[in-house]
């Protein structure tokens, strides 16, 4: 298997995080998967991942005190590998795991994903679990001294024969249950380690070798940011998606930074390897962080947000609860002329970038597809130029182009095209 066949484009879906927290249910999975497979599908969106703590119980219970709940009770089983919880996903009791959401999601002709965290569960440590294929017990891989800043559930894994074995346990149990995306977090930055914020490398690797054995297609994505820049070639060869920036919420300052971590990746997008602009922090979010909350961004925000994410060439993934998407906010997800950009044939190029404005082009090598994007940075409303000296594109024959957005006439003569741009805002294009 090649693993850049995995991911052939940057892939899009719907994830669990940024609604439920640690508190999604199974209801909550099919009734996402079932808006998706009605009202997204047919653009392209199809993966649908259940975050963090599927396994633990009373996960959210004590959300006023800890977002994950120190020494609570991990489901498993007798090779230390972790099942989700029966009492929120009532499909997995009698061994079951999550096969038969997976194969709920199936059937809607969408692909279903988990997350989970690097290691092996303490719990299983501290009891001595047995791993499969192997005469040792959970201890003897576990390394203590390293786990994670901000989860307590797992250690890390040492680099040995009997650790990869572990791996090996769980992505067979997990092609078992028919999963075709896993999001591994506490890797692709070990931030708990600032001397050695890649101390996870050897796991990445472990990862990657028990997802080729499965001989199924799994695609591998790492989490949190922001990447190591350093590794670039190391993420690339072993993971589909890394994620090159924190957990980004809806706040305008945090979209800004963006500009700068897309220029620094903008050389590694390539097919079935996509640097991680995060999920989108659009529509309603945060029951499970007890309340609910509209996007704070602007309307012209979140268009920039897309353009950005789709001109780059990151994956995209929705964090809100389908169901509850306005109308505004479902025709800036389908808006099928800005999600035509976002393919690995469509090579992402910063023209410029300042504190006021950022340009950015994209040439499709298989079908001659140039598009441009500018972008306002500042906080009113702004003439955007870019000489097209300065792009691939050296000159054009048009006076005009329409806004992708809008419809809205960009003008153009021959050397110059420039727009008057909203504050915060963007116009995007085909040349």
């Known amino acids: 298997m090649n ?15 940024d609604y439920y927290d640690t508190t999604v249910t199974e209801a909550d999975v099919k009734r996402n998967a079932d808006y998706m497979a009605d009202n997204l599908k047919r ?66 002709g969408l692909k279903f994903g988990i997350h989970i965290m690097r290691g092996i569960p303490r719990n299983a440590a501290h009891a001595h679990g047995r791993v499969l294929g192997t005469d040792i017990d959970a201890s003897d891989i576990a390394d203590p001294s390293s786990i994670c800043r901000w989860n307590p559930d797992m250690y890390g894994v040492r680099n040995t024969d009997a650790g ?111 640097p991680d602009c995060d999920m989108l922090p659009l529509g309603v979010m945060g029951k499970g962080f007890g309340h609910e909350w509209k996007c704070n961004l602007t309307y012209d925000e979140q268009k920039t947000m897309l353009t950005l ?10 964090g809100s609860e389908l169901p509850l998407l306005d ?7 389908t808006n099928e002329k800005v999600l035509s950009m976002q393919t690995p044939d469509a090579k992402p190029h910063q023209i410029n970038r300042t504190d006021l404005e950022a340009v950015w082009e994209a040439v499709n090598d298989k079908t001659g597809e140039h598009f441009m994007a500018l972008f306002n940075l500042t906080d009113s409303e702004r003439r955007i130029e870019v000489l097209c ?43």
């Not at 799994?218 to 920036?245: C, D, F, Q």
């Not at 994410?309 to 929705?318: A, E, K, R």
């Not at 109308?327 to 997800?333: E, G, N, P, S, V």
């Open 327 to 333: 109308r505004a906010t479902l025709k800036l997800l």
């Open 43 to 108: 653009y392209g969106w199809e993966y649908v991942i259940v975050d963090i703590e599927w396994y633990a119980a009373g996960a959210g219970s004590r959300r006023n005190e800890y977002q994950y709940i120190p020494f609570s009770k991990l489901y498993m089983d007798e090779y230390s590998r972790l099942l989700p919880d029966p009492e929120r996903f009532p499909s997995s009791k009698d061994g079951n795991g999550f096969k038969p959401l997976a194969d709920y999601v199936h059937g809607k």
């Open 389 to 431: 000296s300065e792009a691939s594109k050296k000159s054009v024959e048009q006076d005009s182009f329409k806004d992708f957005w809008t419809g809205d006439q960009i003008e153009a003569d021959g050397e110059v095209i420039s727009a008057v741009v909203p504050a915060h805002g963007c116009k995007v294009f085909m040349v």
């Open 309 to 318: 994410w789709c001109i780059f060439g990151s994956p995209l993934m929705i």
């Open 164 to 274: 990869q074995a572990y791996y090996d346990s769980i992505i067979s149990l997990y092609a078992d249950w028919g999963v075709d995306y896993i999001k591994c977090d506490d890797i692709c930055n070990t931030n708990m380690y600032p001397h050695d914020p890649y101390s996870g490398r050897h796991e990445i690797e472990m990862l990657a070798e028990a997802i080729e054995k499965s001989g199924r297609p799994i695609v591998l994505s790492l989490s949190p940011g922001p990447a190591l820049i350093e590794h670039a070639w190391h993420y690339e060869k072993y993971a589909n998606m890394w994620r090159i920036t924190d957990d980004l919420w809806d706040q305008w300052p945090l979209l800004k930074e963006m500009f700068w971590r897309c220029e620094l990746w903008e050389k590694h997008v390539s097919r079935g390897c996509y």
């Open 3 to 17: 693993k850049n066949d995995f991911a052939p484009v940057p892939p899009m879906g719907w994830n669990s995080y």
